[in-house]
């Protein structure tokens, strides 16, 4: 049930930061556990060259990395590399909807599946051998379906520890995000000249977080797939940055809000939004996130599913002061 005398003001953000060369986007793993958070799709460059859109179907994406502001405001940026300038790039599609025929190439990732009894609630992850053979692959198009029962789905670029099966973790086992999704179906397709990078040298994690809110047992698991595009035909390499509120404390009374402030990185250099996504639980009942220069980029009263945003034209991030 909501909590009708609470109000949830966060600003949050992942950008997809693009640049002339993969090592510069290399997503760095490490950083902050999720909490009530928003994501964004960015690609580098010139806002006036292309249109957005890749979404993650309203879960927490993004990429972890240096520390969260809990508690307050502060710099709550979660790695990505920096975000070199370019052109702009025309749009991605993202979020939930029906699926398309797979792209050559394609690999398909599922994890195991297990039963989640009534009232559960549970953190699963499982680390799979690099599916491209241990190569560095362009990654264009994510797709992931999740069964009924699902909160939000993540997958990582690397791999913890040396088990092979589905095994317990917590909201804490949090990393540079390759993709999230928070609908039981989320797809993100790339523009031509765009991609992700999948690090040849490490594998694939996927975490699942799962309640059961009906009376009967569920039967869950989630599948991911990849497809690859050659690297040669990639103008802009992808990233994600991920910035997070870790705890909220909210005070008693009607209409209390909560509200973060967020710092992008100098370094990461000008980087375009081009899409993005919105995450809360069930006691939020309204979310805000806003620029420093007074731009929206995103206004919700949905903390389930909540559906991907595009930004058409992108909004560019990190402008550098003329010189």
């Not at 760095?28 to 690609?43: K, L």
């Not at 992008?264 to 375009?272: D, K, M, Q, R």
Request: net charge neutral; proline share 9%.
């Amino acid at each position: 049930m909501r909590n009708p005398n609470f109000v949830l003001t966060l600003v949050s953000l992942l950008a997809t930061a693009c640049g002339a060369s993969p090592a510069e986007h290399d997503q760095n793993p490490g950083g902050s556990p999720g909490g009530s958070s928003a994501g964004f799709g960015a690609a580098g460059g010139n806002p006036a060259g292309g249109a957005g859109g890749t979404g993650f179907g309203g879960t927490s994406p993004g990429a972890g990395g240096a520390g969260p502001g809990a508690g307050g405001a502060g710099p709550c940026v979660g790695g990505a590399g920096p975000g070199a300038g370019g052109t702009g790039a025309s749009g991605a599609s993202g979020g939930a909807g029906g699926g398309s025929a797979d792209p050559p190439g394609t690999v398909t990732l599922t994890t195991e599946s297990f039963q989640l009894p009534p009232g559960a609630e549970v953190y699963k992850c499982q680390n799979f051998d690099n599916p491209f053979g241990g190569r560095d692959t362009a990654v264009q198009r994510i797709v992931t379906d999740m069964a009924p029962g699902s909160h939000h789905l993540h997958v990582y670029n690397l791999t913890e520890g040396t088990s092979r099966s589905l095994e317990d973790c917590t909201i804490s086992d949090f990393h540079a995000l390759v993709h999230a999704a928070g609908s039981p179906h989320a797809e993100t397709q790339y523009p031509a000249g765009m991609a992700t990078r999948l690090r040849g040298s490490a594998g694939v994690r996927i975490q699942l977080h799962y309640l059961n809110t009906t009376q009967s047992a569920l039967t869950v698991g989630a599948s991911l797939k990849l497809s690859p595009v050659d690297a040669a035909t990639v103008t802009k390499w992808v990233a994600q940055l991920y910035l997070n509120r870790v705890i909220l404390s909210v005070p008693p009374g009607a209409g209390r809000t909560v509200t973060t402030t967020c710092s992008i990185p100098a370094v990461y250099g000008p980087i375009n939004l081009i899409g993005g996504g919105t995450h809360m639980h069930m006691r939020g009942i309204h979310f805000v996130a806003n620029t420093s220069t007074g731009i929206k980029l995103a206004e919700t009263d949905q903390w389930d599913e909540p559906p991907p945003i595009t930004y058409n034209p992108p909004i560019l991030m990190n402008r550098r002061a003329p010189s």
